[in-house]
């Protein structure tokens, strides 16, 4: 094989191992590689529109029974689920649509439940000196923002956390997608010098709508304490109603991994009693090792 020449995997079948990062393994043409957990290293490949975060199919039926494949667009459309309100959903990940009218409000950097409560944004709060009175837990604003009139938000961060924000559309279920978009929100993140930190545009599986999330996103997490503000607008059109999921996480949030929590928090090795290591053992333990090794001395040179 030549240097510097990669090999390319054959194409899982459905129900293969796979990467969704197509890193070493890619699924066969058709197939989609569906992460086991949301942000997991490890998935399992699925058949087009079979299953919530596949691609949709190029004819119709585009999706099976019970899921949504509204987007037009065949090379940015994804299967998904439709979320009724009250009902639970994964944070930030495209296969789950809260029903229209209702956004993804996190109780944890991974899970959250689906909403309808928004609070309506007030101007004027077009510029990080304007923004809303600063917020310390999770909310949904509602509103309307264009290229020229963006809604900005203000957020309150302890030590080490990190912020999340999403938008998506009250009038529809998924946003739209194409180059003659009819509303395409976008999120800027400044820091509490009002400096921009991050911004999140379009998002994989969720067309011209935006996820800023700091598992992704290194720029939102382990901040240091202090007022952020949260910014929406359009970018080259006006979105007559957008949501703004701003989550605000006390701990850092990281993809998870071997050894970490469902919300990204490292698990705590158990910890040994003292006891074990006190000096008083220490005289005893030396006294046995030494013996032992004498006796295993004693066997291999008799």
């Not at 899921?67 to 037009?72: P, V, Y």
């Not at 000096?279 to 004693?298: D, K, M, N, T, Y």
């Amino acid at each position: 094989m030549l240097h510097g020449v990669r090999r390319v995997p054959h194409g899982r079948r459905a129900g293969g191992a796979c990467e969704p990062s197509n890193t070493t393994t890619v699924c066969a043409t058709g197939g989609s590689c569906v992460a086991t957990t949301p942000g997991a290293a490890m998935g399992t490949c699925r058949a087009s529109g079979t299953a919530a975060g596949t691609a949709c199919r190029a004819a119709a039926p585009r999706c099976d029974t019970g899921l949504d494949c509204s987007e037009s667009d065949p090379m940015e459309a994804s299967a998904a689920a439709t979320i009724a309100a009250g009902a639970a959903c994964v944070v930030g990940f495209a296969g789950d649509r809260c029903a229209m009218g209702t956004a993804c409000l996190p109780t944890t950097p991974t899970a959250g439940t689906c909403s309808m409560t928004a609070t309506a944004e007030t101007e004027p709060n077009n510029a990080p000196a304007m923004a809303q009175a600063p917020i310390t837990a999770t909310r949904i604003y509602s509103g309307m923002a264009s290229s020229m009139d963006r809604d900005c938000f203000g957020v309150t961060v302890p030590a080490g956390g990190s912020i999340f924000a999403e938008t998506n559309l009250s009038t529809a279920v998924s946003c739209p997608t194409g180059d003659m978009p009819t509303a395409d929100p976008v999120i800027d993140l400044f820091n509490p010098a009002g400096v921009q930190i991050a911004a999140a545009d379009d998002a994989s599986g969720r067309g011209l709508c935006g996820t800023l999330n700091p598992s992704v996103t290194a720029a939102a997490r382990g901040l240091a304490a202090g007022n952020y503000t949260v910014c929406v607008r359009g970018f080259n059109s006006v979105v007559a109603s957008y949501l703004l999921t701003i989550g605000v996480f006390t701990a850092p949030d990281a993809p998870t991994a071997p050894g970490r929590g469902v919300a990204g928090a490292p698990v705590r090795p158990r910890r040994l009693s003292s006891r074990l290591y006190a000096p008083r053992f220490q005289g005893s333990l030396r006294i046995r090792s030494s013996i032992w090794i004498a006796v295993r001395l004693r066997m291999l040179y008799p």
